[in-house]
């Protein structure tokens, strides 16, 4: 082999109707650029490098002659949509109720929270789990698991994927990405209250309910979905970066179909009393259902809630043929996901940056991001770009301070 040989590792050689063949030649430029077609002394063969592989014997693959078909990019649409919240269990219902200006904070009735400066919170009172939860998880499973396993059903639902859908699914190519910023506080805290009478006393559900991705792992194993599966943990950001990433792998021909977004339920005194020492919970018990005011200047903290939000994304052509009956024979009722931007803090743990630089430069990617997805758009369709145009200005020339 060329010297070039050396710093590549090797492939193993397929036959010309292997069934990777069409996937090697037909590879995106981004793939062909991983590709180095190496001189042999073999004249029937040419080696190529990628990594993890090795072969001694290759076959004639060409990056160079082959020519590569136009990457069409796969679109992601929103079918159906799962929500638990202190308001309401059906998410068409929760955002008629958030546009009436209903609140969901309320008085703390989980727990004896009378000692405690904070008393509030969007606690979610009652909920029944029949026929959506087994009866296992719900004597077992830690209230965020629960909701996730409810909202991510109801999402399924929404978009119309009954059992006799699900059962003419691929599911090697459905997944299930649930994030949660803080997990089963209740199965560790249990499982420390166990340790300090006996190790004989922990459950074997203690670490297992307490993993971050145990609601992407069980909602998957209910619905025998066997695609991507894990879970993202971002504090505040968890479900967006699910959503986002989730779109991704439909994008890039993952998935045809993905369950994202997020869940917590952390309204335990353990929970409570934690973010009570970081200081950072409002204190104003008075009326709750006025409190929690974000962008007031006269806001006081923030108030703690529970809960889990679910979307069910699909590849469009995808979605055209599992959900054609259900959205009435037009797709164009759906959501179309366009873009995201991941952000950026990295100032505090758990406060922003008083000067609001740290919104400025997120707002600012998402809308570069944004603009790009419009750009191509207006191409596509020969609109004007006057308003895209003005946009950009305005974008690119942000006024600060």
């Not at 397929?14 to 996937?23: R, T």
């Not at 929760?94 to 004896?112: A, N, P």
């Not at 004597?139 to 629960?146: M, P, S, V």
């Not at 922990?202 to 069980?218: D, K, N």
Request: proline share 4%; charged share 20%; hydrophobic share 40%.
């Amino acid at each position: 082999m060329a010297a070039s040989c050396l710093p590549c590792t090797w492939l193993p050689a397929f036959e010309l109707d292997h069934a990777l063949e069409p996937l090697l030649l037909l590879s995106s430029n981004r793939r062909l650029k991983l590709i180095s077609p190496l001189s042999c002394n073999n004249s029937n063969s040419t080696s190529f490098g990628i990594c993890n592989g090795f072969s001694s014997k290759t076959t004639a693959v060409s990056a160079k002659s082959e020519k590569v078909a136009p990457e069409v990019k796969r679109r992601v649409v929103v079918t159906g949509l799962g929500a638990v919240t202190p308001l309401s269990d059906d998410a068409h219902l929760y955002y008629t109720k958030l546009l009436e200006g209903v609140s969901g904070i309320s008085q703390i009735e989980g727990f004896d929270c009378s000692e405690l400066p904070t008393r509030i919170a969007g606690e979610i009172k009652t909920l029944s789990t029949d026929g959506l939860v087994s009866p296992k998880h719900a004597k077992r499973a830690d209230n965020y698991l629960i909701y996730a396993l409810i909202a991510g059903k109801k999402a399924l639902a929404d978009a119309g994927i009954t059992e006799q859908v699900s059962g003419e699914l691929n599911k090697n190519r459905c997944g299930v990405l649930i994030g949660t910023a803080m997990g089963s506080m209740r199965a560790l805290k249990d499982g420390i209250d166990a340790i300090k009478i006996s190790h004989k006393k922990m459950s074997p559900f203690s670490v297992p309910y307490s993993m971050t991705s145990m609601a992407s792992a069980v909602l998957a194993m209910d619905l025998e979905w066997m695609g991507p599966n894990y879970a993202i943990s971002s504090a505040c950001a968890t479900s967006n970066c699910c959503i986002l990433t989730a779109a991704n792998h439909i994008i890039k021909g993952d998935a045809d179909l993905m369950l994202c977004g997020g869940s917590d339920g952390v309204i335990i005194p353990e929970g409570i009393a934690g973010f009570i020492a970081c200081n950072n919970l409002s204190r104003r018990n008075s009326d709750p259902t006025k409190d929690s005011k974000p962008w007031d200047s006269d806001h006081d903290r923030f108030v703690m809630g529970e809960g889990a939000g679910v979307m069910l994304l699909e590849e469009l052509e995808h979605a055209k043929v599992t959900c054609w009956n259900h959205l009435s024979g037009s797709i164009e009722k759906t959501s179309k996901h366009l873009c995201g931007v991941y952000g950026r803090k990295l100032y505090h743990i758990y406060e922003p940056r008083l000067n609001g630089l740290g919104a400025v430069a997120c707002i600012e990617s998402s809308a570069l991001g944004a603009m790009a997805c419009m750009e191509k758009a207006l191409t596509n369709s020969g609109v004007s770009r006057k308003i895209y145009r003005t946009c950009e200005i305005l974008v690119r020339q942000p006024k600060r301070g």
